[in-house]
C-alpha cells in the first residue's frame, strides 16, 4: 500500500477544521494526522509529528500564521507549509511566502482548490490560488532583498554544490528530497543552506527565490495558478 501524505491543520474554528479536514481526507492519497487550534499548539504537535505539509490559517489567537509558518521552517524544516487564510491582500500572501510558506490558497475556494495546492506542494512546486491576483507574484520578484546586491560576483563565491543546493533549494525541494537527489545527509544540506545564506546575506527562503530569479537560475513560472 502506498504511505499517505501526512497532514497538520492549524486553525481555530473547529468546523472549518473539520471541513478541510473532509476535504483533504477525500483523497486517498492524504491523511489528516493532527489539529491545532493555536499557533503555539500546531507548532508543538508539527515537531511530535513531523507531517510532511501542514495548512495554516493566518488569524490565530496567540500568534499569526505567518510566525508559525516562520517557526515551523526553522524547526521542522522537512514540513512544506500551505496558508489556507479568508485575507486574500497582496502584503498579507507576499508575507506568507517569505516566511516560509510554499502555497495559499484563499478559504472561499478551499473546497475547490485545496487538493490541487496539495499536490503542487508536496511536489516541490509553489502555488498561488488562481483566485488572488497575479500582482502578488509581482509584488514579490520586487521586493528588496535586504540590501544584498544580486551580482554574479557573489553567486560565484559559492563552491559548486552549494550552487546546486541553492537552485534546488530555490526551486521548492525539501532538505531530504535534496540529500536524496545529491546522495548526501539531509544534515548536510542544511549545513549547506547554511552557508549559503551568509555568503548571499540572505535571510529567507523567499529571499532565495527572489535571488535566484534574478540571476536567471529558476523558471518564475514555478509559481502555479
Known amino acids: 500500500m502506498t504511505q499517505k501524505n501526512s497532514i497538520l491543520i492549524i486553525d481555530d474554528h473547529p468546523l472549518f477544521r473539520e471541513g478541510l479536514k473532509a476535504i483533504v481526507e477525500r483523497d486517498s492519497r492524504f491523511q489528516v494526522v493532527g489539529e491545532a487550534g493555536t499557533g503555539r499548539q500546531g507548532l508543538r504537535k508539527a515537531k511530535q509529528l513531523q507531517p510532511d505539509l501542514a495548512v495554516i490559517d493566518i488569524s490565530l489567537p496567540d500568534i499569526n500564521g505567518i510566525q508559525v509558518t516562520s517557526e515551523m521552517r526553522s ?29 495559499y490558497v484563499a478559504k472561499d475556494s478551499a473546497s475547490d482548490r485545496l487538493v490541487q495546492g496539495l499536490e503542487s506542494v508536496l511536489k ?17 520578484m520586487k521586493l528588496p532583498v535586504r540590501e544584498a ?20 533549494l530555490a526551486e521548492g525541494s525539501a532538505p531530504k528530497e535534496i540529500a536524496d537527489k545529491l546522495f548526501i545527509s539531509p544534515k548536510t544540506v542544511e549545513n549547506h543552506r ?29 509559481w502555479k495558478e
Open 124 to 140: 516541490g512546486e509553489y502555488y498561488l490560488d488562481s483566485s488572488v491576483s497575479h500582482q502578488v507574484v509581482e509584488k514579490l
Open 75 to 103: 524547526t521542522v524544516p522537512s514540513t512544506r507549509v500551505m496558508i489556507v487564510s479568508m485575507h486574500s491582500k497582496i502584503d498579507y500572501i507576499a508575507e506568507a511566502f517569505q516566511a516560509g510558506a510554499t502555497g
Open 194 to 222: 547554511a552557508n549559503i545564506m551568509k555568503k548571499l546575506d540572505i535571510h529567507s527562503t523567499m529571499e532565495l527565490v527572489r535571488y535566484a530569479a534574478r540571476l536567471g537560475l529558476i523558471d518564475v513560472d514555478l
Open 149 to 168: 546586491k544580486i551580482t554574479d560576483a557573489e553567486y560565484g563565491s559559492l563552491t559548486p554544490r552549494e550552487q546546486e543546493v541553492m537552485r534546488l
